[in-house]
């Protein structure tokens, strides 16, 4: 799905403080982009509702947001305005620019030392085999994203489809990444354990919840942070 042209979004993002309109001048250096240089750096590859609640909750990292379309900053920076307003922040942690993503390394160098990449439900590619090279996960991309990533650095990455989950796992094991979490099976497993004699529905109702306190301001905004967050669920406790 193809978000539609906002003929407002450029000229809000034109007035934004916190958009760069030439990422090319900070090559080697977005850590001087920001009010607190010394702060550690997260990425986020395409962009969504995540990066705004991510930065407010988080003062002491910063982040920078790429994404191609500034139809999609738009909606971004809206929604960062609107995070920080309602904290009563300042919006001096985040930072995003319009880019294509696959040429990020005219952009981003080895010296600016990302410790976190996050991708949320980027565009699968899956209508013809020969577009899965443009997949933000692809090898190709990965080993682009190696080169300033710092040692021990990692990858977050969702998605809500299974053809590019599969892909995925193998894209990273190929590219020297280790898979550290896998969610997906940590809610399965964890649905099993809660709801084991109550069929389909009882899981599915235990995913939903751990799903829904994610989206929740009140509980940590990863699955693994919901699982393993202290005397929620009766399968953690037990293993304690």
């Given amino acids: ?3 539609r042209h906002k003929p407002w979004a450029q000229p809000e993002l034109d007035q934004s403080s916190i958009y760069i309109r030439n990422p090319h001048d900070f090559y080697g250096k977005w850590k001087t982009a920001f009010e607190n240089p010394e702060l550690p750096l997260h990425l986020e590859l395409g962009c969504g509702t995540f990066i705004a609640k991510k930065a407010v909750k988080n003062p002491d990292i910063n982040y920078l947001a790429i994404d191609i379309k500034s139809d999609m900053l738009g909606y971004a920076n809206r929604n960062v305005q ?3 307003m309602m904290a009563n922040r300042t919006t001096n942690n985040i930072l995003m620019c319009t880019f294509d993503i696959e040429r990020i390394a005219l952009i981003i160098s080895e010296e600016d030392t990302f410790s976190r990449i996050y991708i949320n439900f980027c565009n699968p590619w899956t209508k ?9 996960t692809h090898p190709r991309q990965l080993m682009q994203y190696r080169d300033f990533l710092v040692d ?3 990858i977050w990455f969702k998605t809500d489809n299974d053809a590019l989950f599969t892909a995925s796992k193998r894209y990273f094991n190929e590219s020297g990444f280790e898979i550290t979490y896998d969610e997906a099976q940590m809610l399965m497993k964890l649905a099993m354990a809660e709801a084991e004699s109550d069929g389909v529905v009882g899981r599915a109702m235990v995913m939903a919840v751990v799903l829904n306190r994610v989206e929740d301001d009140r509980f940590p905004d990863s699955i693994e942070g919901v699982i393993f967050q202290e005397h929620q669920f009766s399968y953690m406790v037990n293993m304690n």
């Fill in 1 to 3: 799905m193809r978000i």
């Fill in 128 to 136: 013809r085999p020969k577009y899965a090279k443009r997949r933000l």
């Fill in 82 to 84: 609107h995070e920080y």
């Fill in 152 to 154: 021990g650095g990692e």
